[in-house]
C-alpha cells in the first residue's frame, strides 16, 4: 500500500530556533494536512491546504508556522521560533479526494 | 467548537470477552472514522461511517454510527491479546477536517 513518508522521525532543538518538519504525501492526492499529538493528549488538527493554498487553519496555527509545497512532492511545516510547548509529535496526511486519509509516522520534536 | 468525547479512555479486560467504546458529540458530523494507533506509528484508518444508522462490520469488530450523526460505538466481540492498542475516533466536519476524541487504550491480557 502507498505511504506517507515523514523525516526526521525524531528532532531534538533548542527554543526560539527555526525547525523544519518534512512530509512526502502519496503522489496523486490533492489534499494535504498536518495534525498533531502532544504526549497523553487529543490528536490536534493544524492546517489543511489544497490547490497550493492554505484552506483551514486552527487557532494553534499561529504566526509562528506556515506550510509549504516547494517542489510539488514535498510537504513541509515551519516552525519559526519554537517553544516549549510546541514539543509534540506531528502527523501529515494525505488524501485523493473525500476518500482514506492516509497518516505518515510522524515526528517526535522536543523542544529543549 | 466541536468537540468529540469518547469513552472509556483506558479499558483493561481478559481474552474473550467483549467490549465497548463510545464516541459522543452534540454536533453532526459528515462522517464517523475509527483508527488504531500503534506506539510510534500514525493512526491507521479502520473504517467510515457516513449514513446515520450505519452499521459495518470488520471481521469480530462493529461500528455503529447513530441516527443524528453525533455519535458512534465500536463493538469488538470476544477480544484477542491481538487488538491490544489505542483506538481512535474522528469526526469529521464540511469542510473536511477531523475532530479527534481522546482515544481508548485497550489492554487484552491473554
Known amino acids: 500500500e502507498p505511504e506517507v513518508t515523514q523525516t526526521p522521525s525524531h528532532q531534538v532543538t533548542q527554543m526560539g530556533q527555526e525547525v523544519i518538519l518534512r512530509c512526502v504525501p502519496i503522489s496523486n492526492h490533492l489534499y494535504f494536512y498536518w495534525y498533531r499529538q502532544i504526549l497523553g493528549q487529543k490528536v490536534e488538527f493544524l492546517v489543511s491546504f489544497y490547490n497550493n493554498e492554505i484552506s483551514e487553519k486552527s487557532e494553534i496555527f499561529d504566526d509562528q508556522f506556515s506550510v509549504e509545497r516547494p517542489d510539488g512532492s514535498n510537504f513541509t511545516l515551519k516552525i519559526r521560533s519554537t517553544k516549549l510547548e510546541d514539543s509534540a509529535m506531528y502527523f501529515c496526511?494525505?488524501?485523493?479526494?473525500?476518500?482514506?486519509?492516509?497518516f505518515g509516522s510522524g515526528t517526535q520534536l522536543s523542544v529543549l | 467548537t466541536q468537540l468529540l468525547e469518547q469513552s472509556p479512555q483506558f479499558l483493561s479486560i481478559q481474552e474473550g470477552e467483549n467490549l465497548t467504546v463510545y464516541c459522543n458529540s452534540s454536533?453532526?458530523?459528515?462522517?464517523l472514522q475509527w483508527y488504531r494507533q500503534e506506539p510510534g506509528e500514525g493512526p491507521v484508518l479502520l473504517v467510515t461511517?457516513?449514513?446515520?444508522?450505519e452499521v459495518k462490520k470488520l471481521k469480530r469488530l462493529t461500528f455503529q454510527f447513530g441516527d443524528a450523526r453525533k455519535d458512534s460505538s465500536l463493538h469488538i466481540t470476544a477480544a484477542q491479546p491481538g487488538d491490544t492498542g489505542l483506538y481512535l475516533c474522528?469526526?469529521?466536519?464540511?469542510?473536511?477536517?477531523?475532530?479527534f476524541g481522546q482515544g481508548t487504550e485497550l489492554s487484552v491480557k491473554p
Open positions: 474522528a469526526g469529521e466536519d464540511q469542510g473536511g477536517k477531523l475532530i
Open positions: 461511517v457516513v449514513t446515520g444508522g
Open positions: 496526511a494525505s488524501r485523493f479526494g473525500n476518500e482514506k486519509l492516509f
Open positions: 454536533s453532526v458530523f459528515s462522517s
